[in-house]
Nanobody, 123 residues
Framework: QVQLVESGGGLVQAGGSLRLSCAAS????????MGWFRQAPGKQRELVAA???????NYADSVKGRFTISGDNVKNAVYLQMNSLKPEDTAVYYC?????????????????WGQGTQVTVSS
C-alpha cells in the first residue's frame, strides 16, 4: 500500500504563507485521488482540498481563493500552497489517498494517511 509523508508545516504569522508537501512511496495519480485534511483540537477532521488524476479539484469554502492543491506525477508528490493564512487555519494537516478517480469529501472514504504536520498561525 502507498506510504505518505507530509512536510512543510510550522509557525507563521497571520497573512503569511506555507507550502505543505506530501511524498508518496509510489505513483499516485494513476490509482489514487488525493486530499489534504486538517484537524484542530476538539474538532472533526475536515477536507481542505482534493485533487484527481484528471486535475479536478475541490476546496472547502473556508480556504477557497487562499489555498491551492497541486500534484507532480514525476515526483509522486502532492502539494498544498497556503496563502493569507488565518489563526483559524491552525491545525494538524494530513495528506490522504483513496483508490479511485473521484473526489470524496469524507475522511472515511480515504484509506491511506500520512502522520500529519502541524500548522500554527499566530495572530
Amino acid at each position: 500500500q502507498v506510504q505518505l509523508v507530509e512536510s512543510g508545516g510550522g509557525l507563521v504569522q497571520a497573512g503569511g504563507s506555507l507550502r505543505l508537501s506530501c511524498a508518496a512511496s509510489e505513483r499516485i495519480f494513476s490509482r489514487y485521488a488525493m486530499g489534504w485534511f486538517r484537524q484542530a483540537p476538539g474538532k472533526q477532521r475536515e477536507l481542505v482540498a482534493a485533487i484527481t488524476s484528471g486535475g479536478w479539484t475541490n476546496y472547502a469554502d473556508s480556504v477557497k481563493g487562499r489555498f491551492t492543491i497541486s500534484g507532480d506525477n514525476v515526483k509522486n508528490a502532492v502539494y498544498l500552497q497556503m496563502n493569507s493564512l488565518k489563526p483559524e487555519d491552525t491545525a494538524v494537516y494530513y495528506c490522504a489517498g483513496r483508490t479511485g478517480w473521484s473526489i470524496k469529501t469524507s475522511a472515511h472514504e480515504y484509506s491511506y494517511w500520512g502522520q500529519g504536520t502541524q500548522v500554527t498561525v499566530s495572530s
